[in-house]
C-alpha cells in the first residue's frame, strides 16, 4: 500500500520569504500523480499543484513550485514571496495511476504560519 | 465553477442517533469520495463512489455506509453514532478522467455527544 509522509507538523515564514515542504511517498509504482492541496482556515481545501510521475520537469503554478524526485520519492512544495493568504494547511497526495477510481492517499499534512 | 456543497458546517448528535451527511456537486462528476479529517491523521477515504447507485469502501469504513440514488448526490450515514466518530467530514467529487483534479466541499464539522 501506499503512504505519505509529511513530517513537519507546522512551518512558519515571514512575509516576501521563501519556504519549503516536505513530502515523501512510498510506492512500488512507476506511474502515478503528486499533488499538494492546501485548506486554508475554515475554507474549502484547494489544489494548489500537481505532478505526474513521468514527467521530469517540476511543475509550477506562479509563485508554487514543486521538486520532484521520483528516485528518493520526494515532492516537496517550494512558495516563494510568501503572502498571509498563504497561512493554510497543506497536504501532499499521491494517486496512483493504475486504478480508475482516483483514490487519493493524503499525508498527515503541515500548518504552514505566516508573519507580517 | 464547479461546487461541491455540504449539507451543514457544524453539527451535534448524540451517541446512538442515526446521523446523514449529504453532499452535493453541480459539475456532472462521476466520481465522489467521503473523507474523515483527524488532527495528526490527515485525509482518511471512508468511502466512494464511481457512478449512481454504486459504492466502494474506503481505508476506514466500519461505522458508515452510504448512498448514492442520483448522480449530484452523495450521502454518508452513521447508522449509530459513537462518540469516536467526531471528526470534520470531507466530501470530493471529479470527473471520470485520471487525470482530473478532485474539488472539494467546504466539510461538515460533527460532535457526538
Known amino acids: 500500500a501506499q503512504t505519505v509522509t509529511q513530517s513537519q507538523p507546522e512551518m512558519s515564514v515571514q512575509e516576501a520569504e521563501t519556504v519549503t515542504l516536505s513530502c515523501t511517498y512510498d510506492t512500488s509504482e512507476s506511474d502515478y500523480y503528486l499533488f499538494w492541496y492546501k485548506q486554508p482556515p475554515s475554507r474549502q481545501m484547494i489544489l494548489v499543484i500537481r505532478q505526474e510521475a513521468y514527467k521530469q520537469q517540476n511543475a509550477t503554478e506562479n509563485r508554487f513550485s514543486v521538486n520532484f524526485q521520483k528516485a528518493a520519492k520526494s515532492f516537496s512544495l517550494k512558495i516563494s514571496d510568501s503572502q498571509l493568504g498563504d497561512a493554510a494547511m497543506y497536504f501532499c497526495a499521491y494517486r496512483s495511476r493504475n486504478t480508475g477510481f482516483q483514490k487519493l492517499v493524503f499525508g498527515t499534512g503541515t500548518r504552514l504560519l505566516v508573519s507580517p | 465553477d464547479v461546487k461541491v456543497t455540504q449539507s451543514s458546517r457544524y453539527l451535534v448528535k448524540r451517541t446512538g442517533e442515526k446521523v446523514f451527511l449529504e453532499c452535493v456537486q453541480d459539475?456532472?462528476?462521476?466520481?465522489m469520495f467521503w473523507y474523515r479529517q483527524d488532527p495528526g491523521l490527515g485525509l482518511r477515504l471512508i468511502y466512494f463512489s464511481y457512478d449512481v447507485k454504486m459504492k466502494e469502501k474506503g481505508d476506514i469504513p466500519e461505522g458508515y455506509s452510504v448512498s448514492r440514488e442520483k448522480k449530484e448526490r452523495f450521502s454518508l450515514i452513521l447508522e449509530s453514532a459513537s462518540t469516536n466518530q467526531t471528526s470534520m467530514y470531507l466530501c470530493?467529487?471529479?470527473?471520470?478522467?485520471?487525470?482530473?483534479?478532485?474539488?472539494f466541499g467546504p466539510g461538515t464539522r460533527l460532535t457526538v455527544l
Open positions: 459539475m456532472d462528476h462521476e466520481n
Open positions: 470530493a467529487s471529479s470527473s471520470g478522467q485520471y487525470t482530473d483534479t478532485q474539488y
